[in-house]
T-cell receptor, first 111, second 115 residues
């Protein structure tokens, strides 16, 4: 089984709707990173969470890390076509620099 | 723009050949790591270099090797290419002073196809 599971694997929403992507770890993590990727391109950093219960926002995107530091959610409010892409969570388990990534969530936003 | 440049952007090789991928970053980014991303999957960590020394490696065979140069640019070399090596190879760097945490700046990747 995967160390880091993302759900759902894919998501289609109507423009203007809210949505949530989840990332669940099988063990306590040191830090959790959220990235966005356009198909076949590099990863764009969204947010990093390190403290249990931490919540960060950037424009219409909010990410939270639970108190146990095993689960994170990414919430997009009033989605727009520009939000479409693949969202990846990456876990740092030991401050060694290595990130373990989930398999990604592909988001489509219908105008 | 992350300031991380990779080359080439696309290349096609045949089984058994060797390939070298290159990465350069913003001045002073002294930690570089390489990831392999197969189609439909998340990136997988290959290895990390800090000040020209490898200081972390994922579950990849020895035919995957790397170098980091004094200007902190880096190369990923893959020998004896196999069909399963077809993937997007991503280079990522960190700012100095952040240790092993903090934002990873990713390049656009090199798309390798092995026939």
């Amino acid at each position: 089984s995967q160390e880091l599971e993302q759900s759902p694997q894919s998501l289609i929403v109507q423009e203007g709707k809210n949505l949530t992507i989840n990332c669940t770890s099988s063990k306590t993590l040191y830090g959790l990173y959220w990235y966005k990727q356009k198909y076949g391109e590099g990863l764009i950093f969204l947010m990093m969470l390190q403290k249990g219960g931490e919540e960060k926002s950037h424009e219409k995107i909010t990410a939270k890390l639970d108190e146990k530091k095993q689960q994170s959610s990414l919430h997009i409010t009033a989605s727009q076509p520009s939000h479409a892409g693949i969202y990846l969570c990456g876990a740092d388990y030991n401050q060694g620099g290595k990130l373990i990534f989930g398999q990604g969530t592909e988001l489509s936003v219908k105008p | 723009e992350t300031g991380v440049t990779q080359s080439p952007t696309h290349l096609i090789k045949t089984r058994g050949q060797q390939v070298t991928l290159r990465c350069s970053s913003q001045s002073g980014h002294n930690t570089v790591s390489w990831y392999q991303q197969a189609l439909g999957q998340g990136p997988q960590f290959i290895f990390q270099y800090y000040r020209e020394e490898e200081n972390g490696r994922g579950n990849f065979p020895p035919r995957f090797s790397g170098l980091q140069f004094p200007n902190y640019s880096s190369e990923l070399n893959v020998n004896a290419l196999e069909l399963d090596d077809s993937a997007l190879y991503l280079c990522a760097t960190r700012r100095p002073g952040q240790g092993n945490t903090g934002e990873l700046f990713f390049g656009e990747g090199s798309r390798l196809t092995v026939l």
